[in-house]
């Protein structure tokens, strides 16, 4: 102990009379002041006759003055019972004289320890005893032995508790000290911890202060178990604010609470705890949250850009399809908690966008249609939905008019006579009307387009006003009035595509051949899927046949070197059980046709040098600027390995 306040504020050795004069086994009635003067001289000679002068007793010196002050306590008669009783009770006797803890291990109560006048007598003794065996073994962590003494109602008077309690107090002071030290060091920033070992201090003040052996103690220690829990209060507090570790200070806070402290300090440090498990439980929200949010968030930035290139119109309706089915999964949106509904109201909104714009651009009513239906069936709130019902009853209403329009042109006239009819005046009827409702649908769409601005800037705005003005200024949009094509039968494959990069002809053309580095990207701006296959035009042989999805790019990598010529085979809806030209299994169901590429200008050489490689890119779809000029093929053109 280092403190003076740590000094050992009582020290009385226990000397047992009734032991030293060797009168133990005699029984009290039998002990008389003549047998006490009998052995107290054989005593005394013994003493005399020793080299140093003194009696060696339970490890101590016993001199001939400390003898007969001993032994004249046995004049006193209540003092020879009690020297007696213990002299006797073997456990007791070693406690006090040797400190041996037997006592404590299978404690028995006696009526003797309830007599006052007996606690007094063995009170300053015990207390001595006591108080260093509760020192020892708090020390040493020894948590069985520590449950025997402090489980035990020691045998001593209110005089004497400073002497039983003070050592272990002091250590217990001196342990909060230390926590305190490392509070001011870690608020100014002073200590040796840095944000990847700070951790180490909430296995470091379970250290210091055992609460499970502190707990233990009696009322005594009451205020002093306050002041260890507000101490680490105050560290975990500190923790906090400097490292800005949340789940850090909770755990140091949460070891606060659980030692047993009275009504204000624990409200008080409840309440400090409350406010950080808030913030720690918002970090761990956001934390676990950030994949979601981050995935939505691409999901909203692809949106916008397909906004900006449709209009540019550098996509099509077909792919702008493909993009949403692959992105926007309404099940996965639908299934976000509450926390989430911001996200499925701008995506909702968002699809209602690009339904809106490819209308206005492209006047494909069915993709605008699927696209406002998509919005819909996402769970958002009740404004949110109630403004994309509004654009998605205006988009069934145009679908019908379309259909009408379209069935017009189909019905055959029924006689020769009405057939020589012109039809320009009932068109021009269908036209106007048609016309007039596409205005104010428009003019609704306008409206409605401004709730985007937030999210998609004003460029939505610019695009559906520019769109309004361009489209009423005509009767009616080509491309519906002159559809006159029946409806294709739907595929049981609708929609079914392979991944990019799959290689569906391998049964029909073989395995396919890698080697070097050389590379093309091809660019598929077609609304059609495609199958590209790269033909080595030495050999005939069919190396490559690469599944594209429309509106993607895909990476045909380790080309080996020799002059190449391509040939396509385009469609939708892929059909695993379709038997192809081939003789084998797979095929698009809808929109089939083949092109190839086999002019002189068109074939693609492909080389490997020592330090380079070929690399290139080719663009599938046919607009101003492609690089490679394509003529029709056929499925015996395509499928001839």
């Not at 560290?235 to 906090?240: D, E, I, P, R």
């Not at 792919?319 to 701008?346: G, P, R």
């Not at 049981?492 to 093309?520: I, M, R, T």
Request: aromatic share 10%; hydrophobic share 35%; charged share 25%.
């Amino acid at each position: 102990m280092t403190s003076s306040n740590s000094r050992i504020l009582f020290e009385m050795t226990f000397y047992n009379p009734i032991e030293i004069l060797e009168l133990k086994g005699v029984p009290s009635d039998q002990i008389d002041q003549t047998t006490i003067r009998k052995a107290k001289k054989r005593l005394l000679a013994e003493i005399e006759l020793s080299e140093n002068g003194s009696l060696s007793f339970n490890g101590e010196n016993l001199n001939r003055s400390d003898a007969e002050r001993v032994i004249n306590e046995l004049e006193d008669h209540d003092k020879f019972e009690f020297y007696h009783y213990i002299a006797n009770n073997i456990p007791l006797n070693r406690f006090l004289t040797a400190g041996e803890l037997n006592l404590f291990r299978n404690f028995r109560q006696e009526s003797i320890y309830k007599l006052p006048r007996f606690i007094d007598f063995i009170s300053p003794y015990f207390a001595e005893r006591y108080g260093l065996a509760l020192y020892t073994t708090f020390l040493n962590e020894d948590e069985a032995e520590f449950k025997s003494l402090i489980t035990i109602q020691p045998l001593i008077n209110s005089s004497h508790k400073e002497i039983a309690f003070g050592r272990l107090s002091n250590l217990i002071k001196e342990k909060v000290k230390e926590v305190d030290d490392l509070t001011n060091y870690i608020k100014n920033e002073e200590s040796h911890y840095d944000e990847n070992s700070v951790s180490e201090v909430f296995d470091w003040v379970q250290e210091q202060l055992k609460v499970d052996l502190i707990n233990l103690l009696p009322a005594y220690f009451q205020s002093l178990r306050n002041q260890c829990a507000f101490s680490i209060r105050n560290l975990s507090v500190n923790v906090f604010n400097t490292f800005s570790d949340s789940a850090l200070g909770l755990d140091i806070i949460g070891y606060a609470l659980e030692f047993e402290i009275d009504g204000i300090t624990k409200q008080r440090i409840s309440d400090d705890y409350d406010k950080i498990e808030e913030i720690n439980n918002d970090r761990i929200e956001e934390e676990t949250n950030s994949p979601i949010l981050q995935k939505y968030a691409s999901i909203l930035t692809g949106i916008k850009t397909k906004l900006d290139e449709i209009e540019s119109i550098s996509i099509v309706p077909h792919a702008i399809s493909t993009w949403v089915s692959y992105n926007v999964k309404v099940n996965e949106i639908n299934s976000l908690d509450d926390n989430f509904l911001v996200i499925k109201n701008e995506i909702a909104l968002g699809l209602k966008a690009l339904s809106i714009a490819v209308w206005n651009k492209f006047n494909d009513i069915n993709v605008s249609l699927n696209l406002i239906n998509l919005a819909y069936s996402i769970n958002s709130d009740i404004e949110t939905r109630n403004n994309i019902l509004e654009t998605r009853n205006q988009a069934s209403e145009i679908k019908k008019k379309v259909d009408m329009v379209v069935a017009a042109r189909q019905i055959p006239p029924k006689s020769p006579i009405a057939a020589k009819q012109p039809v320009k005046s009932e068109s021009s009827t269908s036209n106007g009307c048609l016309s007039l409702f596409l205005i104010a649908f428009f003019v609704g769409i306008i409206v409605i387009a401004v709730n985007f601005e937030d999210f998609f800037g004003s460029s939505s705005k610019s695009q559906s006003s520019q769109s309004n003005t361009t489209n009423s200024s005509s009767s009616v949009k080509p491309t519906i009035t002159e559809y006159s094509v029946p409806p294709a039968k739907v595929s049981a494959y609708k929609g079914n595509q392979l991944d990019n990069g799959a290689s569906p002809f391998n049964s029909c053309f073989g395995q396919g051949v890698y080697s070097g580095e050389a590379w093309l990207q091809f660019e598929n701006s077609n609304q059609s899927d495609a199958v590209v296959c790269l033909v080595n035009v030495h050999t005939s042989r069919t190396i490559r046949n690469e599944y594209i999805r429309a509106g993607s790019s895909f990476k045909m990598t380790k080309i080996p070197s020799g002059l190449y010529s391509l040939k396509v085979y385009y469609g939708n809806d892929w059909n695993p059980a379709k038997k192809n030209f081939c003789g084998t299994l797979g095929g698009f169901d809808t929109d089939e046709h083949f092109s190839k590429s086999d002019n002189p200008g068109d074939l693609i050489e492909i080389e490997h040098k020592e330090y380079s490689y070929t690399t290139g890119s080719i663009t599938l779809y046919s607009v101003p600027g492609g690089n490679m000029t394509s003529e029709k093929a056929s499925a015996a053109d395509f499928f001839n390995n």
